[in-house]
T-cell receptor, first 109, second 115 residues
């Protein structure tokens, strides 16, 4: 599975958009980009995933560059409850999740 | 919607004892994954099962074993417990047969403390 690189921490003002970047320059053509988050020792929560097209759901948007070497998770209106560690994971279909260090997002009032 | 259920939520054991963690997947899900998260660490994959057969294996100690039963629930058995086994243990489930990308949904975890 391809390795991902994320900034260790980010801050965001409440109500503003949070843009979390992820580099995955060695991604293969059959690997998906998944985003999970973990709020203080709770079970990781699925957010969104994509292969090459941009994706949007009720939680977030996922923007994947055309060469697929990087992506950005967008939380459009961050709230205090979005404070968590966000993991960008590249995996083949039906594969295990390999968690990296993630980005610790702090949403501040 | 029903979620993944794990029991017990908290477990305290002495060194060299055994522990059994249980996972009940989301109804109709056929695949179960186990992950271990030590203090201050990221979750690490242990083992997975699809249709009651082991499908993948990670850094799982030989002292640990797991299986998936006919009703798709899974149990992680841990013997000769060591202090370093103290961790959060997460179970995740997915529906492999439905689509080509199986999203894993996690349970709340079992916090194991070994004294």
């Amino acid at each position: 599975d391809a390795k991902t690189t994320q900034p260790p921490s980010m801050d965001c003002a409440e109500g503003r958009a949070a843009n979390l970047p992820c580099n995955h320059s060695t991604i293969s053509g059959n690997e998906y980009v998944y985003w999970y988050r973990q709020i203080h020792s709770q079970g990781p929560q699925y957010i969104i995933h994509g292969l090459k097209n941009n994706e949007t759901n009720e939680m977030a948007s996922l923007i994947i560059t055309e060469d697929r070497k990087s992506s950005t998770l967008i939380l459009p209106h961050a709230t205090l409850r979005d404070t968590a560690v966000y993991y960008c994971i590249v995996r083949v279909e039906r594969g295990k999740l390999i968690f990296g260090q993630g980005t610790e997002l702090s949403v501040k009032p | 919607a029903a979620g993944v259920i794990q029991s017990p939520r908290h477990l305290i054991k002495e060194k060299r004892e055994t522990a059994t963690l249980k996972c009940y997947p989301i109804p109709r899900h056929d695949t179960v994954y186990w992950y271990q998260q030590g203090p201050g660490q990221d979750p690490q994959f242990l083992i997975s099962f699809y249709e009651k057969m082991q499908s993948d294996k990670g850094s799982i100690p030989d002292r640990f074993s797991a299986q998936q039963f006919s009703d798709y629930h899974s149990e992680l058995n841990m013997s000769s417990l060591e202090l370093g086994d103290s961790a959060l243990y997460f179970c995740a489930s997915s529906f492999l047969r439905r689509t080509s990308t199986d999203t894993q949904y996690f349970g709340p975890g079992t916090r194991l403390t070994v004294l």
